[in-house]
């Protein structure tokens, strides 16, 4: 992969931190903004996971029914320790 060099400005507060983080990890500056990065895409898809998941529950709630059996079901499991 190509590398690509670039400058930020940063408040001091927060370049002491990154110093300190990626002196714990042993990662370099760019291994750690890398690592940065990496993190806040997955968060980023997380969270519109969440989204749609909430918009289709909003979109067709669960029943009352649905809700009762399904904690039916899961107290039988776990007490009979199928769960493990």
Same mark, same amino acid.
């Given at each position: /992969?190509? @590398?690509? +060099?670039? @400058? !930020? &400005?940063?408040?001091?507060?927060? #370049? $002491?931190?990154?110093?300190? /983080? $990626?002196?714990?990890?042993?990662? &370099? $500056? &760019?291994?750690? !903004? ?6 806040? +895409?997955?968060?980023t898809e997380k =969270?519109?996971?969440?989204?749609? #998941? =909430?918009?289709? #529950?909003?979109? +067709? ?10 904690? $039916? !079901? &899961?107290?039988?499991?776990?007490? +009979?320790?199928?769960?493990?």
């Amino acid at each position: /992969m190509k @590398a690509v +060099k670039f @400058a !930020v &400005s940063i408040p001091e507060e927060n #370049y $002491r931190e990154l110093e300190a /983080m $990626r002196k714990k990890e042993g990662l &370099s $500056r &760019s291994g750690i !903004v890398a690592e940065a990065i990496r993190l806040l +895409k997955e968060f980023t898809e997380k =969270e519109k996971l969440v989204r749609q #998941y =909430e918009e289709g #529950y909003r979109k +067709k709630p669960e029943k009352i029914t649905e809700i009762k059996t399904w904690e $039916r !079901v &899961s107290a039988e499991t776990f007490s +009979k320790g199928e769960w493990q």
